[in-house]
């Protein structure tokens, strides 16, 4: 295992290198918070509405139902596993100024869960807006390396666990918008 770990570290030191303390410092600051719950579910939410208007309030309700079991699971792995974050290991000056120094449950990577989650649930609710949304997701991904806040494998296991299960589910479940605006209809496979 300590292998794996010495080279997770080694890209983490790759990818910090390319920061140039300028506009891509910047940019990966605020997409970074694209991928935090309280942003991430709101986005989400006000997209639904939009698309479904009267449709959208159940809609949301099944997202974050479908949600639930990955999450308590991300929730449980952080605990378990207490990965120590960058800013631990390499001291606080590897992360950028003014983002939050945390300095534990490093992994899985709750940002990337959330963004790849919201990934999940787009393509599984509506295939056009799922594959826009897909470079941010990985943007978003990118974003927790590039600031300091993780490292590349707690990154790219919150993308799974967020994205595998909740499209899994959702796609199971067969989601179909009735013409009816008030009702949903459930077609399992």
């Known amino acids: 295992?300590?292998?794996?770990i010495t080279w997770d570290q080694q890209i983490f030191k790759r990818i910090i290198q390319l920061r140039d303390h300028g506009i891509y410092d910047l940019l990966f600051t605020y997409l970074t918070e694209l991928g935090s719950y309280r942003y991430g579910a709101v986005l989400?939410?006000?997209?639904?509405?939009?698309?479904?208007?009267?449709?959208?309030?159940k809609i949301i309700f099944l997202a974050h139902v479908?949600?639930?079991?990955s999450t308590l699971v991300l929730i449980l792995l952080k605990r378990l596993i207490d990965r120590p974050?960058?800013?631990a290991i390499f001291g606080e000056h590897i992360q950028i100024a003014g983002t939050e120094i945390l300095n534990h449950?490093?992994?899985?990577?709750?940002?990337?869960?959330?963004?790849?989650?919201?990934?999940?649930?787009?393509?599984?609710?509506?295939?056009?807006?799922?594959?826009?949304?897909?470079?941010?997701?990985?943007l978003i991904g990118f974003s927790r390396i590039y600031i300091g806040a993780h490292f590349p494998l707690d990154v790219c296991v919150g993308s799974i666990i967020g994205f595998v299960p909740n499209y899994?589910?959702?796609m199971r479940l067969k989601i179909k918008l009735k013409s009816s605006p008030d009702r949903l209809k459930f077609k399992t496979f």
């Open 1 to 4: 295992m300590e292998p794996f």
């Open 44 to 57: 989400l939410m006000c997209l639904i509405l939009w698309c479904y208007k009267k449709r959208g309030l």
């Open 66 to 69: 479908i949600a639930l079991p």
């Open 85 to 87: 974050r960058p800013a």
């Open 105 to 138: 449950f490093s992994f899985p990577s709750g940002h990337a869960f959330t963004a790849f989650c919201l990934l999940g649930l787009l393509l599984a609710f509506n295939k056009q807006w799922g594959l826009l949304f897909l470079p941010l997701a990985c």
């Open 168 to 170: 899994w589910i959702a």
